[in-house]
């Protein structure tokens, strides 16, 4: 792996999105397909496979009360701004919500699930008389591999898109934790700064969901807790109450951008905010908070890809905050050996973490930030989870393996 290679990987799967992830994808579909079609449709059908469903269905539209992903298609078709990404849906207007409500009562919308696809997949048709446009998303929220206009290719790409194909790297075994530490350590810069823009917007959510105490109002829970002296002002306490807080703001629906990781928002959450608490308590550089939120980022990426097929294991309470106990421990200075090892303390702890769906997010972000941090000072003390005939193998490549195999032999 050289740092180029790490750093496309980074600007593809951290990217800043409104919302559900899935909700998005499936509304820059749409939005493709409207804009293909001058913006003139009378149906939409959407086809996505099984896990974009799941992950999808319950998630509030920004702004909005609305859940389902039938209206997300329809106001991405109205939107039409398919510049945006997957922040399509951001600042949707009553006129627009409106009509979208309207188009759902008078039109056909349709969700059908194709259970022979992987990953993820979506496909929009919208129809307009004689006319159809049919645009395909494939592998990560935004990578469109295909748009056609009457059965005619507008664009095309190679069907597992550059993305998916540098993703590919962390499936084999050549790459070690260590080399993309050491990548991170020499690369200039000023190349990863764009990551501390997601510092900007998860801090800001959190922000947002302490002064406003939504969702379960995790954080602002912490945060009176801190407040009235009953718990502590420290790294731990900071760090679960600017996770919890920012999951709070996003699964409530409310219009604010997120940086998401590896397809989603609460990985996202989990991977950045720990470390910028620590790093802001410790006081460190804007350069060396930058190093240490690519580390965690490139990591937590590493054990989605190589976890991807445990849809029920909560990724932010394993993959994402293993990401974040191994940058804190960089942060402060640790070595190589209690970097990997507090990664093992955390997949040691959280793994089994079950995720429900989206109402407790705040509560299992809380906990994710908490394991990080803590994760990271055993580790750091020569405290680490033994090696066991199950979990725990002798490298933290080895470990990662393991969790797979583990969960879901």
């Known amino acids: 792996m050289n740092y180029n290679l790490l750093l496309n990987i980074l600007k593809a799967e951290v990217l800043p999105t409104v919302g559900s992830l899935e909700a998005g994808a499936i509304a820059l579909a749409a939005a493709y397909a409207s804009e293909t079609l001058g913006g003139r449709f009378d149906s939409i059908s959407i086809i996505v496979n099984a896990k974009v469903n799941t992950d999808g269905a319950n998630a509030v539209i920004p702004g909005t009360k609305e859940t389902s992903l039938e209206i ?112 991170v350590e020499k690369m200039p810069w000023y190349e990863m700064e764009f990551l501390l823009d997601g510092v900007e917007m998860n801090c800001f959510a959190a922000e947002i969901g302490i002064a406003q105490k939504m969702g379960l109002g995790i954080g602002a829970f ?82 989605k890809v190589r976890t991807d097929h445990l849809p ?27 970097i990997e090892n507090s990664i093992k303390n955390v997949i040691g702890c959280l793994t089994g973490m079950i995720d429900d769906g989206k109402t407790g997010c705040g509560l299992r972000l809380s906990i994710a930030a908490t394991a990080a941090v803590e994760s990271s000072l055993m580790a750091q003390r020569h405290l680490v989870v033994p090696i066991s005939t199950g979990m725990i193998g002798d490298t933290i490549e080895q470990t990662i393996r393991n969790l797979g195999q583990v969960i879901h032999p």
């Not at 394993?318 to 209690?338: D, K, P």
């Open 72 to 183: 997300a298609a329809v106001l991405g078709a109205i939107k039409r701004q398919p510049e945006k990404q997957l922040s399509v849906l951001a600042s949707i207007t009553t006129e627009e919500l409106d009509q979208g409500k309207e188009f759902l009562k008078q039109k056909d919308v349709t969700i059908s699930i194709d259970d022979s696809k992987k990953g993820l997949w979506i496909e929009a048709y919208l129809r307009f008389g004689q006319e159809e446009c049919h645009v395909i998303i494939k592998d990560t929220h935004a990578n469109v591999v295909s748009i056609t206009k009457n059965g005619q290719f507008v664009f095309k790409q190679d069907a597992s898109g550059d993305t998916e194909k540098d993703r590919t790297v962390f499936q084999g075994d050549e790459i070690r934790i260590a080399e993309m530490i050491s990548i």
């Open 222 to 303: 912490f945060h009176s807790l801190i407040a009235e002296g009953v718990l502590s002002d420290d790294i731990v306490n900071y760090a679960k109450m600017l996770t919890a807080a920012a999951a709070d703001a996003r699964m409530s629906g409310e219009n604010i951008k997120i940086m998401s990781c590896a397809g989603s928002g609460n990985y996202g959450i989990t991977a950045i905010l720990p470390v910028y608490a620590v790093g802001k308590k410790i006081r460190v550089s804007k350069e060396r908070l930058a190093r240490a939120i690519a580390i965690s980022l490139g990591i937590t990426i590493y054990i």
């Open 312 to 338: 029920a294991l909560c990724g932010c309470a394993t993959a994402a905050a293993a990401g974040a106990s191994a940058a804190i421990t960089w942060l402060m200075n640790g070595e190589q050996r209690n």
